[in-house]
Structures are given as C-alpha cells and as structure tokens.
C-alpha cells in the first residue's frame, strides 16, 4: 500500500523528445508521447527509467530489481505519467507566455487528490478552477490583451486579464518558485474550455525537426537517411506525483516517508536527460519536487 506521495515537476531546458518510435501514416516519423486525449505526455516507464538511471547506488533499490536480477524485488516507489501543465506559446509583444488550458489543471487536479488521500496531511486543498470563464482565455498580463483578444501562436481568442490568477488559482501554492517567478516575468494565459482550443493552441507549438544522415564518404542521403522528429520546446511543464510504500530488502528497511524523503532530496533541482537525443543536444530537463502545505 502505497502511504506517501510528493509532488514531481519535470521542465524542460532544452527541446525534448520523448517519442513512441516510427510512426505509420502519421505527419512526421518519430511522434512524441501523447495521452488519451492528445496532448503531449511522458509516460510513467519512460520517466522512471530516466530517474533510475540518475540515482546513486543508496536509493536506486527502492526503484526495484535490474532485468536479469535475481530475486526479484518490486519498486517501493512509481511514478506517474508526466502530464502537461504549461507550454510556452508565440504572443505578439514579448516573444513567448506560458499557456495552460481548464482541462490540464482539472487533470492535475486528480493528481493533487491522490497526494490528498496518500499523505498525512488529510486536506490539502485543490486548484479553484469555477471562477474561469470556459468560453474565453484568462490572460495574467493587460499587455498581451489587445481590443479584448489574446493572439497567441497565431490563434486569436477572446480574453479577459485577471493579474492574480495564480494567487485565485492556488497555482502560486503548488508550482515551484522558478516557475513562479517565470509565469509573473512572461505571463500566463489559461485557456478555453471550447471547440478543443486548447489541444489546437498547444499543437501548434511542437516543434518538428527534419533529420538527414549521409554517407560519410559520398556526402550524400542514405537510404532511409531523411526523417522527421517531433518536440515539445523548451521551458514546457510537465506535472507528475511519486507514490511511495514501506521497502525491506535485504538489509534495507525503510519507511514510505523516509524512501519519498530520500528520493525527493536526490531529484529537487537536478538536471538529468530524457527521451534519448543527449548526443544532438536535445532532453534536457531539471526535475523539481514540492511538498504542499495543508
């Protein structure tokens, strides 16, 4: 049973490809992770196996056995599927904001109830999402408004500015102070709940990159040498929960609290890479972990 959780952010530093391998008749070749809905993910199994391979010999047991490892010994901790909580999207007058949508928080939402039910701290309170508006964007900054409408990624929308939004929110409890101090410096624009504009909005900014491999000889195109990738850019949020549970394993014997307690303090504001594409400078992401006062 599984008795503590922590809050995981995962943001990305570089564009990031966490992909599903080649896909068939699609529009690009290496599509990245995506949940049931469409929007962009990082699987629970891809996550953890970055995490792990990140981890110092004192904490990767809690993560269970190495293939081929015998006996073998269950993870006394798991990871959630990474979900979308913030993308950077094109605005008129600063270059880039911060987007989210009324489905992504209402979807983090159930993250933040299952950190409820796990953790000593039996009422943490959820995101307040009633006072959005669902058929207009709420904007945290008057200058991205213009004759009340936001333009952003080339999608203008009828919005209205609320300055404090991550203060009516409850975002401003939950997101770490980086993040915090990023969304005030860019602003943040929460989006409709109509006509699926938000997955539009955001789709519009993967970014696809065209790859070729020569020969190194002839200087010309391989066979199958030309592909296409899919990326999420860079500065995107992603929100995640580790769950936790009592581990004895040879001489080891720990407490859920005390095996969240370690990991957090290994993971909080390290950079570690994932999806695969380090050698072309792609991946990187710094990991944050939040606890929430009741």
Known sequence: MYSEAQLL???????????????????????IQRDEYGYPVIWGSSLKGAIKANLDSSTR??????????????????????????????????????????NLLSMFNKYIEVLSSTSKQRELSQLELSSLPRDRATVSKKELVHNGKVMINEVELEAGVCEKVLENTHLDKVLPQDIINTVNNKGLVILPDVENTDLRVINRSIMIQYRVRLKREEKVVEEGGLWSEEYVPMETVFASLILCRDFKHKDIDKKASDICSEISSKLNGKFIYVGGKESIGKGLVKLYTVSIPA
């Not at 943001?11 to 070749?29: I, N, Q």
């Not at 990474?82 to 999207?89: E, G, I, Q, S, Y």
């Open 9 to 31: 952010f995962i943001r990305a530093y570089t564009p990031l490809h966490v992909g599903v391998g080649r896909g068939e008749k699609t529009y690009v070749d290496l599509p």
């Open 61 to 102: 047991p809690y993560l269970g056995s190495e293939p081929g490892e015998a006996p073998t010994q269950p993870s006394a901790a798991v990871f959630l599927d990474a979900r979308l909580l913030l993308v950077p999207v094109r605005v008129l007058n600063r270059v880039w904001a911060y987007a989210t949508s009324i």
